[in-house]
């Protein structure tokens, strides 16, 4: 397994369409496991193909208190949310997007249709955070962050402050 590189805010990779995936063999299990890797290494809870450059529509997120079992992850190809209910808003940050996190407005309980590594069409059922970790997953694949459900005053906010971070990386 090896640590892939995470793409960051605002490199276009993030922004991509992606294509869904159709072949179900050893390469995509080893860059799933990979992406798990990745995942716990940055520290984070959840890593979408894009953030690594791969625009293809597969998730891998933290299931280690779903399973009780340290470093215990699913992946979730072609992933889409067919039902929501209930509201909620909580903290979230990013792993391609450093230095911010907000609060944001999610669905409080999603049903998600999706394709484990071999292909099996497979539903899951997530609530509270984890729901929210899908949610801020699913919307990496359509090229959406988190950023984009702030306020234009908060977006704005964090472009300037961002952008002086930059200049400050630079000189
Ligand atoms: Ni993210």
Known sequence: MSILKIYEFPDPALRKATEPVTVFNDDLRALAADMAATMFDAPGVGLAAPQIGKSIKMIVVDHSR??????????????????VEGLQCDT??????????????RYRKITARYQDLSGHPQEIIAEDR???????????????????????LKRNLYLKKYKKWLRGQQS
């Open 92 to 105: 979230e940050g990013c792993l391609s997007v450093p230095d911010l996190t907000s609060k944001v407005d």
């Open 130 to 152: 984890f729901a929210v970790v899908l949610q801020h997953e699913i919307d990496h694949l359509n090229g959406v962050l988190f950023l984009d459900h702030l306020s234009s």
């Open 66 to 83: 779903q399973e009780e079992k340290p470093n215990a992850w699913l992946a979730l190809v072609n992933p889409e949310i067919i039902a």
